[in-house]
């Protein structure tokens, strides 16, 4: 725990000027990001007695260990550069809005040549127009439904959408007058167009014009008695109306506005916040957040309001912003919104009317969501502090292990053996610091000699890390050779995960040894999470005896002595120890026992979905791809143009010649690489063990199913042999 005084800065070193500052701790982390009018009087309010600071204000400075300033010419500068700088380093210690769910919105693609209607949840994309959010993607379903009737606009997907178009015919929607069906031209990509953003405009509340409109048609076609068609129009006025009445009318002069609500006690906080369009409630949101230091209303609403607008502009801002308490000062917050929207937005507190009865009503949704989060809270936050307390009990340690990482080897018969390491802090599963690893120091299957050498290159890292801020104590280097018996220089691999519903990860990191001799090529100096630099309590592997005492050897090299290892064996559940004979036997309704489980099985997961995918790639693989200078585009016009790799292969220079985009230097390069290979075995039927010929119907490769070599054995006697 630093003292604050030890890194205050000097007398007359902070400019009396707005900014924005940081606070980091011992390992250069970034922990909480503020702003401020005047630097100079911010900051001196953290460095008073530590007896007048708000409990949590006093962990934070007593946390960091240094401080920084940028300035920046306005107020509103310093507003858009903290919102930025929170988005990035995601510090422990700022007030943080998590969305209670994950809300699902009623998306049209307009970015696309046949706009589609469909429900998205996550990161808005560019181009495509959002409704909601709403509560329930039921609820977006039977709207849709609804409308569909006056607005038959696209809702299938890419691959029902370009099957239609290839078969000519339409599908199920088209059929019964739901779909327009611009997949075989019934309607133009201008005209689907134009029906799409009329559906848009009816979603965003202008609703009478449609109405109106259709009503003369009605009238029209029952004067000249085309009574069918006036009865098709009745039946699509009641359609809208019925859709119209889900969303019930709260302000009569159809204003748009969002309403903001805050419900808080001296620990957290909830937010609400109700979307009106049109005079009607278009969605419903709501967001809990830790309160870590002494803070308004006014400053948790700003904190929502950056929440919520950071990311939008134009419409999405709307006109006015009702909101229980206002920002101090206002004029910063009301012109950053003014910019995200391109015209003048008004943030104010509503005093009478339908306004204030309807923020009423959202304050007390705010109010009930608080009260749920609590009793949700409580019982979580009791059961996980009893399960680190019982593992700290269990394993004899100093304290409950607030971070623990695990480790699992995954291979399939001793091919692409993968490691993963999963984090959990304060008993909860952080996929942000999630790692995986591919094993390469050595062939074949050897989980103990995995595990040595994934624990040896993810503290080594650390080691190195400590190194690099200057923690390493005595002058002593990495590099000296004093700390590492083993001398090995084993191959990198690790790669990032940023959870696992991301995108596979980064690039792999260099090799350790690597790494060793020119330090790291990791970022000290901007406080974004590292890959390796923060050591856990407790390092949990999944295996007995022989992988704990290769973690515990690997840790003993390395000269760390100050982090805890255990195994869980999935046999009987036992916990084993280094340099321990009898297991540990934890009761089958430990909430430790429970926890490690979780993490072990977390471990396992992670491992064994890399694996897999690892493995899918490998048999997708084929001799084309190891032409120079082929891509993915020209080889998938040779597979289609001869319809196999066999075909291909058999074919001459000029023929390959005949494909398009393939020139004779390439279809030369194309046939020496494909001489040089060696076919695949014919495909087997595994369950008749016929040999089925390439030509009849069973390609070796094709764009649209590319091939993959079959094992022996059931799918389920192949899932048995992973580990």
């Given at each position: ?5 030890s ?51 006093r962990?934070?400075?007593?946390t ?20 930025s700088?929170i ?15 994950s ?11 046949f ?8 990161h ?19 709207t ?8 038959p ?7 029902v ?16 007058g739901?779909?327009s ?6 309607i133009?990509?201008?005209?689907h ?19 109106r ?26 359609a ?11 302000l ?18 909830a937010?609400?916040?109700f979307h ?22 006014g ?17 999405a ?17 009301q ?6 929207r391109g015209?003048?937005?008004s943030?104010r ?13 959202v304050?007390r ?23 680190l ?8 340690l100093?304290?409950?292990?607030l971070r623990?990482?695990c ?10 053996v ?16 999630y790692r ?27 080691l ?12 002593e ?23 696992d519903?991301?995108?596979?990860g ?11 001799t020119?330090?790291?090529?990791l970022?000290?100096?901007d ?8 050591p ?16 515990q ?41 429970y ?39 020209r ?5 289609k143009?001869?319809g ?40 087997v039927?595994t369950?008749t063990?016929?040999i ?7 390609p ?11 094992s ?11 580990r």
């Open positions: 725990m630093a003292d604050p005084s890194y205050r800065p000097r007398p007359g070193e902070i400019p009396d000027t707005p900014g924005v500052y940081r606070f980091r701790d011992e390992h250069r982390r970034v922990i909480y990001v503020g702003k401020a009018k005047s630097l100079r009087q911010r900051l001196a309010n953290y460095f008073q007695d530590l007896a007048h600071l708000h409990p949590r204000t962990t934070m400075v007593t960091a260990a240094s401080v920084e300033w940028t300035v920046v010419s306005t107020e509103v500068e310093a507003l858009q550069l903290e919102y700088w988005k990035e380093y995601d510090p422990r210690f700022n007030v943080k809005y998590r969305d209670d769910k809300y699902p919105y009623l998306a049209v693609t307009m970015n696309e040549e706009p589609r209607v469909q429900v998205m949840r996550g808005k994309k560019k181009g495509v127009r959002y409704f909601g959010p709403y509560g329930h993607a039921w609820a977006i379903r039977d849709v439904d609804l409308l569909l009737r006056v607005f606009v696209r809702t299938c997907s890419t691959g959408f370009k099957n239609a178009a290839r078969t000519g015919r339409p599908c199920l929607l088209g059929y019964i739901k779909c069906a611009p997949c075989v031209g019934r133009t990509p201008d005209d167009w134009d029906l799409a953003d009329e559906f848009c405009d009816f979603m965003a509340g202008r609703t009478g014009t449609y109405l409109r259709l009503e003369r048609q009605m009238a029209d076609a029952a004067e000249e008695m085309e009574y069918e068609r006036a009865a098709r129009l009745r039946d699509d006025i009641g809208l109306k019925k859709a119209m009445e889900k969303s019930a009318v709260v009569a002069d159809a204003t748009d506005a969002d309403l903001i609500a805050v419900a808080e006690d001296e620990l957290e906080a937010v609400q916040i009106v369009r049109g005079g009607r409630v278009r969605g419903q949101r709501g967001w809990v957040t830790d309160k870590v230091e002494e803070i308004t209303t400053a948790l609403v700003e904190h929502a309001l950056q929440q919520l607008y950071g990311e939008e502009s134009g419409d801002v709307p006109k006015e912003v009702l909101v229980p308490a206002l920002p101090d000062p206002v004029e910063p917050v012109q950053w919104l003014t910019e995200r015209s003048g937005v943030l507190i509503p005093q009478r009317g339908d306004k204030k009865a309807l923020m009423e009503t304050q949704n705010a109010q009930q969501a608080l009260v749920l989060h609590k009793t949700k809270r409580a019982s979580d936050l009791t059961t996980r502090s009893r399960a307390e019982e593992i700290a009990e269990a394993l004899v100093d304290s409950a292990p623990i990482e480790y699992d080897i995954s291979h399939l018969q001793g091919d692409d993968v490691a993963s390491m999963v984090v959990f802090e304060d008993g909860l599963a952080r996929k942000s610091e995986r690893f591919q094993i390469k120091g050595f062939e074949g299957q050897d989980d103990v000699r995995s595990m040595h050498e994934v624990i040896t290159r993810r503290f080594r890292r650390y190195a890390e400590k190194e690099k801020t200057g923690e390493w104590a005595d002058g280097s990495l590099t000296d050779g004093g700390q590492h018996a083993d001398g090995a220089q084993h191959p990198g691999g690790e790669q990032h995960v940023g959870g519903s991301g995108p596979g980064q690039a792999a990191a260099p090799d350790d040894g690597e790494a060793l020119h330090g790291p090529a970022k000290d100096d406080g974004r999470p590292k890959r390796f630099a923060y856990p309590q407790l390092v949990v592997v999944d295996g007995g005896q022989p992988q704990v005492a290769a973690a050897r690997a840790l003993d090299e390395l000269g760390i002595d100050d982090i805890a290892v255990c195994g869980l064996a999935k046999r009987l559940e036992e916990v084993w120890l280094p340099r321990e004979d009898d297991p540990v036997v934890l009761p089958r309704t430990s909430e430790g026992l926890l490690l489980q979780r993490v072990r099985d977390e471990a396992h997961r992670f491992a064994i979905t890399y694996q897999r995918t690892k493995r899918a790639k490998r048999f997708r693989a084929g001799p084309l791809d190891d032409v120079p200078g082929l891509g993915e585009t080889k998938q016009a040779l597979i143009h001869f196999s790799v066999k075909r291909l292969r058999a074919a001459t220079i000029d023929q390959i010649c005949e494909v398009p985009g393939i020139g004779r230097k390439t279809a030369e390069t194309v046939a020496v690489a494909l001489a040089g290979a060696t076919p695949a075995g014919p495909a039927n369950a063990g016929e089925m010929d390439d030509d009849d119907g069973a070796e490769t094709t764009a649209d199913a590319p091939g993959e070599p079959v022996a054995g059931t799918p389920d006697e192949r899932r048995g042999q992973e």
